[in-house]
């Protein structure tokens, strides 16, 4: 299964520490609303991976709409990490796509063509949020 690259998977983290460092949620706005901030949330634990969140969010009469939302696995042990993205959502343009399906806590299935393809957004998007929120 194909992972985020190296330079994407240190913004990756630096992002998870900082929600770990909130109780699992944190949002970023290091530009006073110049860029739409990051929300990145721990949603849960399976076999030997975290789920996180990250999100940009917008409004549509009072809406909260995903712009986009991007859900990850991480698997981490002191020396590595492997960040995979498995789902893809943009409530503006009507996208929601779910790569890795789940069952009991377990992962059952994997669309490896889709996450090769949300590999290459989420390399290019942590670039982004990288260099817009100033994350060191």
Not at 33 to 51: A, F, N, Q
Request: glycine share 6%.
């Amino acid at each position: 299964m194909k992972i985020i690259n190296r330079t994407a998977t240190k913004t990756f983290l630096k992002l998870v520490a900082l929600a770990k460092a909130n109780k699992g949620y944190t949002k970023i706005d290091n530009n006073a609303g110049l860029y739409m901030p990051l929300s990145v949330e721990k949603i849960d634990e399976i076999e030997g991976y975290e789920l996180y969140s990250l999100a940009h969010y917008g409004k549509q009469m009072g809406d909260l709409m995903a712009d986009p939302e991007m859900c990850f696995l991480l698997a981490q042990n002191e020396n590595d990490a492997i960040v995979i993205p498995y789902s893809f959502r943009n409530d503006y343009l009507g996208i929601c796509t779910t790569d890795i399906l789940f069952e009991n806590g377990k992962i059952r299935g994997v669309r490896k063509k889709a996450i090769a393809k949300n590999v290459a957004f989420a390399n290019t998007w942590l670039e982004t949020i990288k260099q817009q929120q100033k994350i060191k």
